[in-house]
Structures are given as structure tokens and as C-alpha cells.
Nanobody
Framework: QVQLVESGGGLVQPGGSLRLSCQASGSILSIISMAWYRQAPGNQRELVAAITRGGNRNYDDSVKGRFTISRDNAKNTVYLQMNSLKPEDTAVYYC???????????WGQGTQVTVSS
């Protein structure tokens, strides 16, 4: 079992920044990759960024150059630094962990990000 707890969401103006955190606990040695997804009202959940155990990263085209995924192994935490935020980034952001393939096996509770003036 893996438990994921997100934090760092909130309200920010367009052009602003936020950093999301996701702390993992439990069977963390089994995790092969972690990712951030988001879901806006009426939309499907979509992948934003992912990072593998080996440190490989990938991003959705809509966030490339603005968002950065990173991790602190000592703290069992993955971060999503979000810069130059746009209103279309508004969504609930979810942290996920995958154990076998890249398909998530565990999810956090989600954290709301609202970009509005």
C-alpha cells in the first residue's frame, strides 16, 4: 500500500506561481514512477507531468516550459513547480504513484488550483 498526501494548492492570479507537494508513505520502494494529473470540471483527468525512478521526466505539451516536476528522495516527496499560470490551468491536481506500469495504482486526495484575477 502507498499513501499520497498533496498540499500547496490555492488561488493565484494569472502569471503567478504555485508549488504543489506530494508526500508518499508506505511501500515507497515499490514505486517506479510518480505523476501529477489534473481534472477540470466537465473534463477527463489528464496527465500533466511524470517522473520515473530513474529521473526521466515527461510533460504535457500545454505545460512544457512552465511546469517542472522534481523529487526529494530523502523526504519521499514529489513537487510540481508551476510558473506563468493561466486560467486554463485551473483544476483539481492529483498526485499518483505507479508500481508496475506507468498506469497509476494509487492516488492522492487532490488539491484545488484556481487561476483567476
Amino acid at each position: 500500500q502507498v499513501q499520497l498526501v498533496e498540499s500547496g494548492g490555492g488561488l493565484v492570479q494569472p502569471g503567478g506561481s504555485l508549488r504543489l507537494s506530494c508526500q508518499a508513505s508506505g511501500s515507497i520502494l515499490s514505486i517506479i514512477s510518480m505523476a501529477w494529473y489534473r481534472q477540470a470540471p466537465g473534463n477527463q483527468r489528464e496527465l500533466v507531468a511524470a517522473i520515473t525512478r530513474g529521473g526521466n521526466r515527461n510533460y504535457d505539451d500545454s505545460v512544457k516550459g512552465r511546469f517542472t516536476i522534481s523529487r526529494d528522495n530523502a523526504k519521499n516527496t514529489v513537487y510540481l513547480q508551476m510558473n506563468s499560470l493561466k486560467p486554463e490551468d485551473t483544476a483539481v491536481y492529483y498526485c499518483s504513484a505507479a508500481l508496475i506500469t506507468k498506469t497509476p495504482d494509487y492516488w492522492g486526495q487532490g488539491t484545488q488550483v484556481t487561476v483567476s484575477s
